[in-house]
């Protein structure tokens, strides 16, 4: 069965550094979307990427956070001077079509921002 | 924004027990759906309840939605131990290009 990937697992890095997360959706599937879950807390919203663009984005997703999807199979997420409350858990989704509303979710990546 | 928002925020039962949890939302929804999430894992879909259904069904799964209230209900019947986990709704914004996760409901299933 299809499932969506992501990598690393866990990822710690120092405070200031740049990081980029990676996921691999769904092939057949034609949207993107990432999510952050502060350890305890409820499953957030960041960003929405179709046909190569952002079509939605949170207040969270501000000018530290940017999404790509460089070779048709790979989706990432760049933070890029990672702060200690941007440690938490990233979950990478996909989505088939319009009309199908269910997101397919990665096993998430834990970053840990020292 | 919309937003699902469940109680209990924890629940307790022996396994063979049902579970019950529920979802309040605040705008209009063409959908509301319920994902589970194992500790420190992924979400996985549970369910898809259109806001023209009243309940609906999927295994011991049983989901109603009621508009006029805004709010959902998730019912686990004859639950096990492997139901262990948290519940969360979720409804799209009117375009359609953002979920919003509700806090969730904490569910231990003793055995």
């Known amino acids: 069965e299809p499932e969506v990937t992501q990598t690393p697992s866990h990822q710690v890095t120092q405070m200031g550094q740049e990081v980029i997360l990676r996921c691999v959706p769904i092939s057949n599937h034609l949207y993107f979307y990432w999510y952050r879950q502060i350890l305890g807390q409820k499953v957030e919203f960041l960003v929405s990427f179709y046909n190569n663009e952002i079509s939605e984005k949170s207040e969270i997703f501000d000018d530290q956070f940017s999404v790509e999807r460089p070779d048709g199979s790979n989706f990432t997420l760049k933070i890029r001077s990672t702060k200690l409350e941007d440690s938490a858990m990233y979950f990478c989704?996909?989505?088939?079509?319009?009309?199908?509303?269910?997101?397919?979710f990665g096993p998430g990546t834990r970053l840990t921002v020292l | 924004s919309q937003q699902g928002e469940e109680d209990p925020q924890a629940l307790s039962i022996q396994e063979g027990e049902n579970a019950t949890m529920n979802c309040s939302y605040k705008?209009?929804?063409?959908?509301l759906q319920w994902y589970r999430q194992n500790s420190g894992r992924g979400l996985v879909h549970l369910i898809l309840i259109r806001s023209n259904e009243r309940e609906k069904h999927s295994g011991r799964l049983r989901v109603t939605l009621d508009t006029s209230k805004k709010s959902s209900s998730l019912l686990i019947t004859a639950s096990r131990a492997a139901d262990t986990a948290s519940y969360f709704c979720a409804t799209y914004n009117n375009a359609g290009n953002m979920l919003t996760f509700g806090g969730g409901t904490r569910l231990m299933v003793k055995p």
């Open positions: 989704a996909s989505r088939g079509t319009r009309n199908n509303d269910e997101q397919f």
């Open positions: 705008t209009s929804i063409n959908n």
